[in-house]
């Protein structure tokens, strides 16, 4: 696997569920984000970890609750969400903290809560 | 409110002839704009970045220009290819606030053979 690699692609869940999405990156870099994508919605930038450690909550519900256990991994965990929490959610990874490291971003997780 | 803006949803263009994306922004300590390319079911791609040092950047097909003093930047791609139809995201950030971005609504872009 090359690149950054997200699961699942697509997640259905009711609003009592708790699941988890799953990012991957392979590239070496030291810094880890999550967006949401909402429709008809610009990208919306919810965490951000820098060496394992969180430098950003964009004022994010508690029911999203990140996890990032190495620099290689980032995980959403989701738990009691809302149907207006379905949307593309988006990881991306950069080598630095630095604005001008680029951004390399996942396919995203299509989720619905039904 | 939204700091980073894109007007137009989208652009219908021939093959051959220019693509023009343009994006406004709000936020004065913006200091670094980039320009990503989306296609359906992937990911955005970075695809060009210019400083606020600089007024124009370009790189193969793509040039990006930047104007300070009217809050503006507008992507160039010449000539268009029928690859291109994609959306653009306008994307720009603050050097003292580190690597947080903050993107446009996008721009999808038709590009007819």
């Known amino acids: 696997e090359t690149g950054v690699t997200q699961t699942p692609r697509h997640l259905v869940m009711g609003m009592t569920n708790k699941k988890s999405l799953k990012c991957e990156q392979h590239l070496g870099h030291n810094a880890m984000y999550w967006y949401k994508q909402s429709a008809k919605k610009p990208l919306e930038l919810m965490f951000v970890y820098n060496f394992k450690e969180q430098t950003e909550n964009n004022s994010v519900p508690s029911r999203f609750s990140p996890e990032c256990p190495n620099s290689s991994h980032l995980f959403l965990h989701l738990h009691t969400l809302q149907p207006e929490d379905s949307a593309l959610y988006l990881c991306a990874s950069s080598l630095g903290e630095s604005s001008y490291n680029e951004q390399f971003f996942g396919p995203g997780t299509r989720l619905t809560v039904l | 409110d939204q700091q980073v803006k894109q007007n137009s949803p989208s652009l219908s263009v021939q093959e051959g002839r220019i693509s023009i994306l343009n994006c406004d922004y709000t936020n004065s300590m913006f200091d670094y704009f980039l320009w990503y390319k989306k296609y359906p079911a992937e990911g955005p791609t970075f695809l060009i970045s210019?400083?606020?040092?600089?007024d124009k950047n370009e790189d193969g097909r793509f040039t990006v220009f930047l104007n300070k003093s009217a809050k503006h930047l507008s992507l160039h791609i010449v000539p268009s290819q029928p690859g291109d139809s994609a959306v653009y995201f306008c994307a720009a950030s603050a050097g003292a606030a580190g690597n947080k971005l903050t993107f446009g609504g996008g721009t999808r872009v038709l590009v007819k053979p």
């Open positions: 210019i400083s606020s040092i600089k």
